[in-house]
């Protein structure tokens, strides 16, 4: 299907593994893709990482059990990744790594603190940290000190949402060092670097 550019895969645990790989390889011309549900394993990873035209990636919900991901190909089309908190973080961390061109990070119900910021390849202009993440109590001062101390991010972008209000009140804006708040007219708190 040369014209297909756009395809979410819910596999709910159906399909075998065989009839995604197939589909994958007879569709490298995609250029936003979502996969939901599905029983990863390191063919399906490596095929869609190695596709030239993907500019957007949404991981769902999935099973990783087993993925070690050694030898993962880097890939230089990849702009926005979404990443689910099914997907452990040293795999999302080596996921992060190996997408060369991302542009955004978007990251929903991570524990943040198990991410080794500082040693992130590169710089990455925007880091979104989804309210979810905020409702599940995985983030805290120690966590974001990791992230602000890291300074891997141009911008970091919250929801305003009452439970990422009631986080900032908490701890307050200026427990940044590195980041500052922007006054924004969009439904996102923005924190840029600063340093």
């Not at 991981?59 to 990443?83: D, H, M, Q, R, T």
């Not at 929903?108 to 989804?130: A, G, Q, V, Y």
């Not at 001062?141 to 602000?148: E, G, L, Q, T, Y």
Request: with cysteine; net charge positive; glycine share 2%.
């Amino acid at each position: 299907m040369p014209n297909l550019r756009e395809v979410e895969i819910k596999e709910f645990y159906i399909l075998k593994g065989s009839n995604i790989v197939a589909f994958l390889k007879a569709n490298p011309q995609l250029e936003k893709l979502t996969t939901n549900f599905m029983n990863y394993n390191e063919e399906i990873l490596k095929i869609i990482l190695s596709f030239k035209n993907l500019k957007y990636w949404n991981i769902c919900y999935g099973s990783w059990e087993g993925i070690k991901a050694y030898n993962l190909p880097s890939n230089y089309s990849i702009k926005f990744l979404k990443l689910h908190a099914s997907m452990p973080a040293t795999l999302a961390f080596k996921f992060i790594n190996a997408c060369k061109a991302l542009e955004t990070l978007d990251l929903e119900r991570h524990k943040l603190h198990e991410f080794n910021w500082s040693t992130f390849d590169r710089r990455i202009p925007i880091l979104k940290i989804c309210h979810n993440i905020f409702k599940s109590k995985n983030i805290n001062r120690k966590a974001i000190k990791a992230i602000d101390d890291s300074r891997k991010f141009n911008a970091i972008h919250t929801e305003r949402e009452y439970i990422v209000i009631e986080f900032i009140e908490k701890y307050g804006m200026n427990t940044l060092n590195n980041y500052k708040y922007i006054p924004s007219n969009t439904q996102s708190y923005i924190f840029k670097l600063i340093n």
